[in-house]
């Protein structure tokens, strides 16, 4: 309930703005401007939440998030100007809680070192795959037969019942590390972590890119109708491999895995801008919908593994600020290659993403080992003393 509001926020702020007559262009800079905000904020947030606990940080992130969706809501509402609101969505999105690496840290801490994690990574990369079918659906409805800012009042609703339910949940919280074991690199600077989050930008470059293009593509096709089951399709291949990659055996390094899916990615990313029709394309989404689940476990594992325990939320946090400004950077370029060349055109964005993906995980696969051997040799000792 936490993680849902990630999926509908940036619609919902879209949506009630366009319902008062504001033009997209307005909406879509104040939807940005959250989740760049968020994008950055959250490592911060995740920062606080390593040294101090969940505990302690969640409740206050939240307070503060609440007041910044309360008076953006009532901004937006009154039509107010763009240099009182933007400042609030700002406000809003860099105190708006990472759920979902809130819990996956609470499952390395739970179940530390084993073969146990591999699964639960998959589980929680099934629930984000939920989370962003039901969302938006949710969020359209709410705004558009309900009230127009009905979508954001219910994500400030959620996000205080996720609280209110994960905070007390005491047994599964990482114990807080203090300042004292935080000297050293930085997160972001950890072996392997530069280019692994390079990675996750690029990733999040083909979730932005494929949304808006094939909202283009049905619309040249003249199959409207169809986006959301291109879109569904997309979902479901990637919610079918999560489930299949979570039965498997857990690789014994995940940077390999991770490489070898972004590699099949990349291939089968090739074939959105030769889709001539519909019928081609839905095929090739539910391919390459199957590759993504088993990128996100296998990159979440490897941060996992190679991240200090005392920094592994806000390391968590790293692959989904990753992936939120590819997003951010690669729809807007999207929208103007479509708006000149056309759709067909702007999927070269995203076969584009992939292939950089790829690269960036290529590149970045020796440093990436190393660190996870030297991972796996301090568990080894560990177990052994």
């Known amino acids: 309930m936490g993680r849902l509001p990630i999926s509908m926020i940036s619609l919902g702020i879209v949506l009630l703005e366009t319902s008062k007559g504001v033009s997209y262009g307005v909406a879509g800079t104040i939807a940005a401007s959250f989740a760049v905000a968020a994008a950055i904020g959250g490592p911060v947030v995740s920062g606080f939440v390593d040294r101090h606990g969940q505990h302690r940080i969640l409740p206050l992130a939240v307070a503060a998030y609440t007041v910044f969706m309360v008076g953006l809501l009532v901004s937006l509402d009154m039509a107010s100007s763009l240099w009182l609101v933007i400042p609030l969505a700002v406000g809003a999105g860099m105190m708006m809680p990472n759920f979902g690496s809130l819990v996956r840290a609470r499952w390395a801490y739970v179940l530390p070192g084993s073969d146990g994690i591999h699964v639960a990574y998959a589980w929680?990369?099934?629930?984000?795959?939920?989370?962003?079918?039901?969302?938006?659906?949710?969020?359209?409805?709410?705004?558009?037969?309900?009230?127009?800012?009905?979508?954001?009042?219910?994500?400030?609703?959620?996000?205080?019942?996720?609280?209110?339910?994960?905070?007390?949940?005491r047994r599964t919280e990482p114990a807080p590390h203090g300042r004292s074991k935080r000297i050293g690199r930085l997160t972001i600077l950890q072996p392997g972590m530069p280019l692994v989050i390079a990675a996750f930008v690029f990733i999040?470059?083909?979730?932005?890119?494929?949304?808006?293009v094939t909202v283009a593509f049905?619309?040249?096709?003249?199959?409207?109708?169809?986006?959301?089951?291109?879109?569904?399709?997309?979902?479901?291949?990637?919610?079918?491999?999560?489930?299949?990659?979570?039965?498997?055996?857990?690789?014994?390094?995940?940077?390999?895995?991770?490489?070898?899916?972004?590699?099949?990615?990349?291939?089968v990313t090739l074939g959105f801008p030769l889709a001539p029709n519909v019928m081609v394309l839905a095929p090739v989404a539910f391919l390459a919908g199957l590759s993504v689940s088993p990128v996100l476990i296998s990159g979440t594992?490897?941060?996992?593994?190679?991240?200090?325990?005392?920094?592994?939320?806000?390391?968590?946090?790293?692959?989904?600020?990753?992936?939120?400004?590819?997003?951010?950077?690669?729809?807007?370029?999207?929208?103007?290659?479509?708006?000149?060349?056309?759709?067909?055109t702007a999927y070269l964005v995203t076969a584009g993403c992939a292939i950089a993906a790829c690269a960036a995980s290529w590149a970045g696969s020796r440093g990436v080992h190393r660190a996870e051997v030297r991972a796996l040799q301090i568990i080894a000792a560990k177990s052994a003393v």
């Open 218 to 267: 049905a619309q040249e096709q003249d199959a409207t109708s169809s986006t959301g089951v291109l879109l569904a399709i997309y979902a479901f291949g990637s919610l079918l491999a999560g489930f299949a990659y979570g039965a498997m055996r857990s690789p014994q390094f995940h940077g390999r895995r991770m490489t070898l899916m972004l590699s099949v990615m990349a291939v």
């Open 204 to 212: 999040g470059g083909i979730f932005g890119s494929f949304e808006v």
């Open 124 to 169: 929680e990369s099934i629930l984000d795959e939920v989370v962003f079918v039901i969302g938006p659906p949710l969020a359209t409805v709410l705004a558009l037969h309900v009230h127009p800012t009905a979508a954001l009042i219910v994500c400030v609703l959620l996000v205080l019942v996720g609280t209110a339910w994960l905070v007390p949940q």
């Open 301 to 344: 594992a490897l941060v996992e593994r190679i991240v200090p325990a005392a920094q592994l939320t806000e390391g968590i946090t790293w692959t989904s600020t990753g992936m939120a400004l590819g997003l951010a950077i690669a729809t807007p370029v999207s929208g103007v290659i479509i708006d000149s060349r056309g759709a067909h």
